[in-house]
């Protein structure tokens, strides 16, 4: 019979409206199936509406949907995470209602909730380090916060500075014991989709003209729901304090369209554009200019990050006991193959979706 262990206990996904969000609120309800030394705990998915048909579905995976307006309504947040022991704190810009106007705004509402709810222990998700060199985010003193500042107010500049200055809110309103964060930097390899267009069309991978030596690291949807729900069904004192990165490879943009032609079993063509028409190409394929800004900035092509240094860790292995998947392993996938073929209907290619 499973014995449940202190600083374990219900687990609160943010962001379920996104596609990581559904990924991650999925292994945390199988990893207890898996793993029969672990316990199932109630699974509770934050959405904005529970009757869409991505509520329904995560009904039918078993985690309970609670629906609330995060932006406005504070007592509604501090009620759906009251009794909550963990928070995965899930900021996702390409969910369909996150914007570069309420990116920072999201992560301090959900925060501030969590604090008067007393949840135990915080999981933060972000696809930035703090070791890149960044632009400085803007703050009313114009320097960067520290560790216990707490920002008052934020002009909406870059994900990068308002995911750096929502972890420093974070680490203001919290002790240390109780917070995780999860690192997943660089190329997610299902980003990647949202170039399958251009590339089904002109059969290359466009790749900027300039910087083709920034290095960029990947991780797949499954290395990120993996390594949270490890952490999650764990007892708090095992994570806390730490950062986790979670990465598989490391790429410079050059190798990484190199990568993806070989995988896709295709001549090595690259075809170098400015960034501005590189973006355009991300916009006209995601329909969303936030969105595309927030996939440039991912793949380092907003600013030349002079001084990055960037290295590979165990820290999945370490966390999950699997390493990350390649995107070798991710193109010999038939469904993520079949993403990239021209497929024509009544004269259009066929949608895709981006992870």
């Known amino acids: 019979m499973c014995k ?8 609160f996904v943010s962001g379920a409206d996104g596609d990581k969000g559904v990924a991650i609120v999925q292994q945390l309800l199988q990893l207890p199936a898996q793993h029969k030394h672990l316990c199932s705990q109630h699974v509770y998915a ?3 509406d529970a009757t869409t048909p ?17 932006f406005n309504d504070h007592e509604a947040a501090v009620k759906a995470l009251t009794g909550i022991t963990k928070l995965c704190l899930l900021i996702d810009p390409l969910s369909e209602r996150m914007q570069r106007s309420n990116a920072y705004t999201y992560g ?6 969590a604090k008067e709810a007393h949840v135990e222990h915080i999981i933060f998700l972000t696809p930035f380090t703090p070791l890149d060199a960044v632009s400085q985010p803007a703050s009313p003193s114009n320097e960067q916060p520290t560790a216990t500042a707490a920002p008052t107010s934020i002009s909406y500049g870059s994900y990068r500075s308002q995911f750096m200055l929502i972890e420093s809110y974070l680490h203001s309103q919290f002790d240390n014991s109780r917070i995780t964060i999860l690192r997943y930097p660089g190329v997610l390899h299902q980003h990647l989709l949202v170039l399958s267009k251009y590339i089904a069309q002109h059969n290359a991978f466009p790749l900027p003209d300039k910087h083709l030596e920034i290095t960029v690291e990947s991780c797949n949807m499954s290395d990120i729901a993996r390594a949270t729900a490890c952490v999650a069904h764990s007892p708090t004192l095992r994570h806390s304090r730490n950062a986790y990165k979670i990465s ?18 295709r001549e090595n063509i690259i075809n170098r554009m400015d960034s501005a028409t590189l973006q355009q190409i991300i916009c006209d394929s995601v329909g969303n200019e936030d969105q595309a800004i927030f996939l440039m900035e991912m793949w380092g092509l907003q600013q030349k990050l002079s001084g990055r240094r960037l290295e590979i860790t165990r820290d999945l292995e370490a966390l ?7 995107l070798n392993e991710y193109f010999e996938e038939d469904e993520v193959r079949n993403a990239f073929l021209s497929n024509h209907k009544n004269g259009e290619l066929s949608s895709f979706k981006v992870a």
């Open 4 to 11: 449940q262990q202190i600083g374990k206990g219900s687990i």
């Open 46 to 48: 934050g959405l904005p």
């Open 54 to 70: 991505r509520a329904r579905s995560i009904k039918g995976l078993g985690a309970q949907v609670i629906a609330f307006d995060i």
């Open 108 to 113: 301090k509402a959900f925060i501030d909730a």
């Open 248 to 265: 598989s490879s490391l790429l410079t943009l050059e190798e990484m369209g190199q990568r993806v032609l070989s995988g896709l079993q």
């Open 320 to 326: 999950t006991g699997q390493s990350g998947k390649s």
